[in-house]
């Protein structure tokens, strides 16, 4: 099977930085794009940052300038560097990731159960 644990949240002050690490775990054969989305309360989930397994970033308009996004695929890895956090930066952050294992023909979409980031003013 297949895990997806994000880490690295918490609380910072706004102007601060945090970084939160996400790795794919199991019986993988390939990753295709993998990316982070946050959830704050009462709003949908919605895309900060993927890339893809060649290295290209895609950013969400308002974490353009303030985060990167950047993976390890020797490790199975993908991370997030957020700078000049703000208050309206605090979520829920998920990892997600698109997989093929050794017993798929197609890739699947995975979730990681999410990590907390606040950002206090």
């Known amino acids: 099977q297949v895990q997806v644990v994000e880490s690295g949240g918490g609380l910072v002050q706004a102007g601060g930085s945090l970084r939160l690490s996400c790795t794919a775990s199991?019986?993988?054969?390939?990753?295709?794009?993998m990316g982070w989305y946050r959830q704050a309360p009462g709003e949908e989930r919605e895309l900060v940052a993927k890339i893809s397994s060649g290295g290209r970033p895609n950013y969400a308009d308002p974490v353009k300038g303030r985060f990167t996004i950047s993976r390890d695929n020797a490790k199975n890895m993908v991370y997030l560097q957020m700078n000049s956090l703000k208050p309206e930066d605090t979520a829920v952050y998920y990892c997600?990731?698109?997989?093929?294992?050794?017993?798929?023909?197609?890739?699947?979409?995975?979730w990681g159960q999410g990590t907390q980031v606040t950002v206090s003013s």
């Open positions: 199991g019986s993988i054969s390939s990753i295709n794009a």
């Open positions: 997600n990731a698109d997989i093929k294992t050794h017993w798929s023909l197609i890739p699947y979409n995975y």
